[in-house]
């Protein structure tokens, strides 16, 4: 079956722009997970989402940024006024379950660069 | 979460066989070992976990000593195409379940 999606595979946007990144889960897993992988570094966590409602957003920076999974599928990952230090790769993990025994499934991705 | 530490990087040469180590110290009682690889311009994706003892899949091996305070991931036979980063992560038994990742173990594998 399909794997996690997500969209734009790349984004170039300028200093002070909003942006918005999408995540498509795989079919009916319930968590979803953002996070940003900066070059040479491991993935960071930045938020967490159980059907529709963000369970854990303690990882999110700071309030410019923000996510939304309004139907409990597809979430979409905001950025207002965005700086150059938010240049990164966000990356998305659905699974089907939350706990040891369910293992994430990562997208491939959005790099962002913010100029 | 347990804090993990593992080698920067590592070379091995085609058709050996790959170990990796991870110490975490202060794992606590309910977090497990978990292992993921990453390829460039990719997402992270799972390998194995475990507990305590050993662990074998299709893929890897684990092992994990009574005291759990290290692990080793064994990469059998490897190819050019392991040549990716891998992650040691402690994944709690409760929470959020969130990743936390380290900088990881960049494996190159020379032909």
């Known amino acids: 079956g399909a794997g996690v999606s997500q969209t734009p595979s790349n984004k170039v946007t300028e200093k002070g722009k909003y942006v918005e990144l999408r995540c498509d889960p795989i079919s009916g897993h319930t968590a979803l997970y953002w996070y940003r992988q900066s070059l040479g570094q491991g993935p960071e966590f930045l938020i967490y989402?159980?059907?529709?409602?963000?369970?854990?957003d303690s990882g999110l920076p700071n309030d410019r940024f923000f996510a939304v999974r309004p139907e409990g599928s597809v979430s979409t990952l905001k950025i207002q006024r965005t700086e150059r230090g938010d240049s990164a790769v966000y990356l998305c993990?659905?699974?089907?379950?939350?706990?040891?025994?369910?293992?994430?499934?990562f997208g491939p991705g959005t790099r962002l660069t913010v100029l | 979460l347990a804090k993990t530490t593992q080698p920067i990087s590592m070379d091995s040469y085609e058709g050996q066989e790959v170990n990796i180590t991870c110490s975490h110290n202060n794992i606590a009682t309910n977090d497990y070992i978990t292992w993921y690889q990453q390829f460039p311009s990719q997402g992270p994706r799972f390998i194995i976990q475990g507990y305590k003892t050993k662990v074998t899949n299709e893929v890897a091996s684990l092992f994990i000593p009574a005291d759990r305070k290290s692990s080793t991931l064994s990469l059998p036979r490897v190819s050019l195409s392991d040549t990716a980063v891998y992650y040691c992560l402690g994944l709690s038994g409760a929470g959020s379940y969130q990743l936390t990742f380290g900088k990881g173990t960049k494996l190159s594998v020379i032909p």
């Open positions: 989402f159980q059907g529709t409602g963000a369970a854990d």
């Open positions: 993990a659905s699974s089907d379950g939350t706990g040891p025994a369910y293992r994430q499934f």
